[in-house]
Each structure stands twice: as structure tokens, then as C-alpha cells.
């Protein structure tokens, strides 16, 4: 709200302005009607009651346009924080939430907010300040009247307030229903041929639709609950009219007030129907915003990641390219990392092979640092973590990993992604030593040709290949790459072995290695068993050496299974 306070001023200045102007109006018509009948005082009056209605009407329509235009920029605020909060939170956060539901935060829940905004805080504003002045001049008018009303709309305040509560606890559960299903959807959606495969579109339409009758319901009773309120406030009113016609007529009768008091009142009485109705919808709508500022609020307190900005640090050169010591990690209680210890020197290869679950990737994700090992420490260029921003780590390094990521764009987009005022001589470049030259000139429109949703124009290989061609572009000081595990015919496997040649002559490589034909050309193997380095050296001495390295390079040899495709490293 800071830096709208000049904005919010000048809106209650012309909502008090516009107030003012309707509270005078009765004031002038108990003059005009107490006033001789036909005489020009009376003309003058019914004049100047005219010019108030109209610049009421100008000053109102201006205050209302000012909050409302505030209420819009709290909520791009809002958004922007969210959006910019939900791309930099701890890799670890994105384990423990569903993206849908993060989006639905920042897309519906936000829209809820801004209609709170908007409507219900403008209306609470402009319908308060209208009604206290209207009661306070119906106390001058006539206390004894006044009094009456105000008993029938403490009645229905009291009716109201009971229902405020089960309206916000309905509005937070119709809110995370639609979280979840958004959450859902982006599931069944986002891997929508596992779903056609499998013939699960019925069951994943129930899991959504299981979440869209959850909203439903919880709007339901929302719903229920807001329509006994308009009745309770309709009671109030009615039941304030009438007693004010049958007393207010007595008295007027018995010579207690005049006509002219009678009509003011009653103005004031209908001027007080909408504010207060009004009134109340907007706390309703306040309660339903309350849970959805809630979800955003959990949003803004999930961790981020905290990057300090560092002086810069003397170049690479001076230490290894990555150095692992002794590095103990697990992502809860049981340890998947126990004393990794490895080091990969400037413009070597290094390959990490090992069993499904040895922990081969966890080693990516920390040298990455998408997370922060318990214990021991990793190195880059020979400087701790502590000594190097996140910016300046993630900038020295490239990731290529299992699940090669093309976005929806331009093959142009997805390579310059880490470097975007990339020379086109220099896409060029890499283009061709990631051997991706023959399928950019069999694209319809080369570089700018799109990749589909998730890369989908583009073949496995491909994908891989734009991964590591966009990774040369960034020139990293080292490269973290997951070989593909599949897909790979043996023309394209020597393709590959070519592809990582060229890439090792850039920069240091980390490898997960899966081929024995990319095994042999590294300068250091290193077999990770169980979280622990078990062995490191050369292929031959390897084989000499590791009974794991001989199970994973010769398949069969010890787990009595025929022998897979030949120089499959995995088991
Ligand atoms: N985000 C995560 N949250 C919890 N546990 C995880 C997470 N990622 C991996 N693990 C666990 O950590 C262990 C090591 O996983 P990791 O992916 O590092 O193995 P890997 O050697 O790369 O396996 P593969 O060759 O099959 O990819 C596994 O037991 C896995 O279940």
C-alpha cells in the first residue's frame, strides 16, 4: 500500500466531497418542501438541488476511478512479487508443491484480491463514510426515530456477522479446490500421451473433476450463506421504513415535526440502504478475499534463494575446474551422498558412472547448487561456495541434463536462452559443433523455426543436441552433462562421441555416462556406489580393479542375466 498514500488521500478527500454533496440534498428538499409552494425561494432550491445531484454524481465517479485504479496496482505489485518470488524459490520448495496450484496463487487467486480491492474496500470506504453521515444528521432530524432504525440494523449486523465467518472458511476451500485443480490438470496436460497411452483419460477427467466439485460445493455454500444475508439486510430496511413511516407520520401528525423533517429523514433512510447493503456485500467479499491473501501470504513465505553478491574472484584457471570434499548430502533424513570426494581438473573429462540410484544426479544438482551439501564442501575453479555469488556459480557452468529442456519458442530462443545477445556468427558456430546443422536447413525457417510445446517438433537427439549446443553458448567453464540413456542409433552415438569431443575441447566435462564408447575417451571415471566413490581411474584399470565397474561395462558377467547391447553401461 506505501506509495499510494497521496492517491488514497485524495480518493477519501472526494469521497467525503461526494458525500457531502448528497447529505446537503435532503437539507434543501426539507426547505423546498416546508417552503411557500410555487414561489421563486422554492425554484432556487429544486435549482440548486439539481447542481448538487450533478457534482455528487462527477466527484463520486472520480474517487470511485481512483481506487479502483489503485486497487489494479496493488495487485500488479502483488503479482509481480509473486511471479518474480515463484522463480526464485529453493529448488527444494518446487519438490513439495504442484506448479498448477503455485500458477492458480498468482492467476485466480490474485483476480480475487483485486475484486476485494476494487470493489470491496471502495465500497466499504465510500458506503462508511456515506452512512455516518447520514445517521449523524438523521440524530439531528430526529433522535427518537433514529434510534428505532438503528435497533433493526444492529439486528442484522448481528445476522450478518455469524455468516462473515462460515463465508471465509467456504472462500479458502473453493480456492485451494481450484488450486488443486489446476494442479491436476497441468498434470494430465503436461503429459498427455502417458495419459492416451495408458487410456486414463476417464480417470484423470474424475481426478480433475473430483476438484472441480470440491469448488462447487465450497461456492455453494458460500453462495448459501450470502443468500440469507441479503434477506436479513432487506428485513432491516423494510422494517426501518416502516417503523420510520408510522412513528415518523404520528409525530408529524401530532404536530411533533414538521413534513419537512419527515421527507429529510426518509432521504436519509434510503440514502443509508445502499451504503449499508453495499456495506455488508463488501465485507462478505473481504472474508472471501482473506483466504485467498492467505495463499498468497504462503507464497511469500516459502524461502528463496538468498544470493549474495560477491566481489568477483580471480579467474578459474588458478584451481580445478570442480572439486567435490568429502560432500554428505540427502534430501531428508536418509543420506544419499556419504563423503563424495572427486575432483575434475580445467579442460578434462571426467565420467561418473554408477547403479540407478547410486546418486549420480545429485551430484549434478549440487554442483549446480540447487541445494547445499550437509557436510564437506564444492569447489568451482577453486573457491568455495561461500565465495562465489549464485549468479557468478551458475554462470561459469551449463547443465545438460535427462530431461533436456526446449521451451515453447524459436529454435533461435532456445539456444541464445543463457546468452541472449548471442552473435549469429557464434549460434552458428555451435550449431555446427553440436552437429545440428543438417536439421536447422531441413526446418522450414532455420534458427527461427519453433520447437513446440516442450520441444516437441524436435526428435529426442535433437533436443539433446540444441541442449548442448545452447550449453557451448554460454561458454562455461564447465559442462554438467547427463547422457542420453536411449534413442541413440549407431550412427548418431558416434554423432555423440563426436558432439562430446568438440564440447571437451571448450571446457571441463562432468559426464553421467551411460556408453562405453564415451567411458573410454574420458580422461577419469569415477564409479559412485550407494552415495560413495567406490573407484576412480581409467577404463582398463578399471576393469582390472572394480568388480562394480565390470558389472556395469560387461552386463551379465556377474548377475547371471544375458548380456544386454553391448557396452550399455547401465544394469
Ligand atoms: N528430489 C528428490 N527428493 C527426494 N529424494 C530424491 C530426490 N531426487 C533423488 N532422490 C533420491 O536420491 C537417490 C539418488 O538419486 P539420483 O537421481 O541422484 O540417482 P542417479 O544415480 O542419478 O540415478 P539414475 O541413474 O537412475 O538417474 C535415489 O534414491 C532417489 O530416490
Redesign the pocket.
Known amino acids: 500500500m506505501s506509495g499510494h498514500h497521496r492517491t488514497i488521500a485524495v480518493a477519501v478527500s472526494l469521497t467525503l466531497a461526494g458525500a457531502g454533496l448528497g447529505l446537503a440534498q435532503p437539507l434543501v428538499a426539507k426547505r423546498a418542501v416546508d417552503g411557500a409552494p410555487g414561489s421563486t425561494g422554492v425554484w432556487l432550491l429544486l435549482g440548486v438541488l439539481v447542481l448538487l445531484f450533478l457534482a455528487e454524481a462527477v466527484v463520486n465517479a472520480c474517487g470511485r476511478y481512483l481506487l479502483e485504479r489503485m486497487g489494479e496496482r496493488v495487485v500488479l505489485g502483488l503479482r509481480r512479487t509473486m511471479v518474480d518470488r515463484l522463480l526464485r524459490l529453493r529448488v527444494g520448495v518446487y519438490?513439495d508443491h504442484r506448479v498448477g496450484d503455485l500458477v492458480s496463487r498468482v492467476t485466480t487467486d490474485t483476480t480475487l484480491v483485486r475484486d476485494v480491492m476494487s470493489q470491496g474496500v471502495v465500497d466499504l470506504l465510500t458506503g462508511a463514510l456515506t452512512a455516518v453521515g447520514a445517521l449523524a444528521l438523521m440524530l439531528w432530524l430526529d433522535p427518537v426515530l433514529v434510534l428505532l432504525v438503528a435497533l433493526t440494523v444492529a439486528v442484522a449486523a448481528a445476522v450478518v456477522a455469524t455468516l462473515l465467518r462460515g463465508i471465509r472458511a467456504a472462500s479458502e476451500n473453493a480456492q485451494s479446490a481450484v488450486g488443486a485443480l489446476a494442479a491436476d490438470l497441468e498434470r494430465a496436460l503436461g503429459a498427455i500421451r502417458l495419459v492416451r497411452a495408458n487410456r486414463a483419460e476417464q480417470r484423470e477427467a474424475q481426478r480433475v473433476g473430483t476438484q472441480v466439485d470440491a469448488a462447487c460445493a465450497a461456492g455453494v455454500r458460500t453462495a448459501k450463506l450470502a443468500s440469507v444475508m441479503a434477506p436479513a439486510v432487506e428485513l432491516a430496511v423494510q422494517g426501518s421504513f416502516l417503523l420510520v413511516f408510522v412513528i415518523g407520520g404520528m409525530r408529524v401528525a401530532g404536530h411533533a415535526s414538521s413534513p419537512g423533517d419527515l421527507v429529510a429523514f426518509l432521504l436519509y433512510a434510503s440514502y443509508l440502504v445502499v451504503p449499508l447493503s453495499s456495506m455488508f456485500q463488501a465485507v462478505g467479499l473481504l472474508q472471501k478475499g482473506m483466504g485467498s491473501l492467505q495463499r498468497i501470504e504462503e507464497i511469500r513465505a516459502l524461502p528463496v534463494e538468498q544470493d549474495v553478491p560477491r566481489a568477483a574472484v580471480h579467474p578459474v584457471a588458478a584451481g580445478s575446474a570442480l572439486e567435490f570434499c568429502d560432500v554428505h548430502f540427502g534430501?531428508?533424513e536418509r543420506p544419499?551422498l556419504r563423503g563424495v570426494s572427486f575432483t575434475v581438473a580445467p579442460r578434462s573429462t571426467v565420467a561418473l558412472v554408477?547403479r540407478?540410484?547410486?546418486?549420480?544426479?545429485?551430484v549434478f544438482a549440487l554442483a549446480a547448487r540447487f541445494y547445499e551439501p550437509a557436510r564437506g564442501a564444492v569447489l568451482l575453479g577453486g573457491q568455495p561456495a561461500g565465495a562465489r555469488s549464485l549468479d557468478d556459480w551458475r554462470s561459469r557452468i551449463a547443465l545438460v541434463d535427462q530431461n533436456v529442456h526446449v521451451m515453447h519458442g524459436t529454435l533461435w530462443e532456445n539456444l541464445t536462452y543463457a546468452a541472449p545477445d548471442a552473435d549469429p556468427a557464434e549460434v552458428e558456430r555451435v550449431v555446427e559443433l553440436a552437429n545440428l546443422g543438417e536439421v536447422v536447413r531441413r526446418l522450414p525457417d532455420g534458427l527461427h523455426s519453433c520447437a513446440g510445446e516442450r520441444g516437441g517438433a524436435l526428435s529426442a537427439g535433437e533436443r539433446q543436441r540444441v541442449a548442448i549446443a545452447r550449453a557451448l553458448l554460454a561458454r562455461p567453464s564447465l559442462l554438467l552433462l547427463d547422457e542420453p540413456t536411449s534413442h541413440l542409433d549407431p550412427l548418431n552415438e558416434a554423432l555423440q562421441a563426436e558432439v562430446v569431443a568438440n564440447v571437451a575441447a571448450e571446457c571441463a566435462v562432468l559426464m553421467?555416462a551411460h556408453r562405453l564408447s564415451t567411458v573410454r575417451h574420458a580422461d577419469e571415471i569415477v564409479v559412485l556406489d550407494d552415495g560413495q566413490v567406490v573407484a576412480a581411474g581409467d577404463h582398463d584399470g578399471l576393469l582390472e580393479t572394480c568388480p562394480l565397474y565390470r558389472r556395469l561395462a560387461v552386463p551379465g558377467t556377474a548377475t547371471g542375466r544375458p548380456p544386454g547391447k553391448l557396452g550399455e553401461l547401465r544394469l
Open positions: 519438490d534430501y531428508s544419499v554408477g540407478s540410484g547410486a546418486g549420480k544426479s545429485t553421467i
